[in-house]
């Protein structure tokens, strides 16, 4: 019976994406349709079994409005994984990964492993950005892209499985 290993993530993106959401369902399987903003940060455990490994996740769910941004950086900056969510019906908060992508490369841990989740698959019929773009995107700054979906629970252990897999290779 071997200690967890430890793995410390961070979520960034736009108020609203859904964050909080994506925790809420991997940490407890559980939405909620009327969550209110993050104020500051919030941390949640979750542990979970990958291949032979116990992994103990400490995410870090930072807010996403503005007068709470300057505060992210206490959360990314030793963190071994980041997820960057946008919603796929808001093009503006694909738009607003760009900065936070930009933010992480100066200011973040250089071997930072990323995965880009858009999030509100449910909503895939008012689709407003660009899935082919997104993966681009993903590709050119070394991360992983993934669509999820806090209300329906689509592929929302999965990214967290994705992250493992990123960072304990076999
Ligand atoms: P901040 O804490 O302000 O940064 O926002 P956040 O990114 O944590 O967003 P939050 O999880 O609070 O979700 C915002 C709203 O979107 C809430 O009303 C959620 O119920 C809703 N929401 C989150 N995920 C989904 C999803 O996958 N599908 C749908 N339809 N709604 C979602
Ligand atoms: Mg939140």
Redesign the pocket.
Known sequence: NKAPVQVKVV?L????????????RFVADN????????IGASYMGKILQFNDKTIKFNIW?????ERYHSLAKMYYRDANAAIM?Y?ITKKGSFEGLKKWQKELADFGPKDISIIIAG?????VECEATSPEEAKAFAKSIGALYKK?????N?GVEQIFRDLAAKLFPE
């Open positions: 979520l993106g736009d108020s609203g994406v859904g964050k909080s959401s994506i925790v809420l939405f909620k349709s009327d969550g209110e903003a993050t769910d930072t807010a996403g409005q969510v919603d999030n509100k698959e449910d909503l999820t979906s806090a209300k329906t689509y």
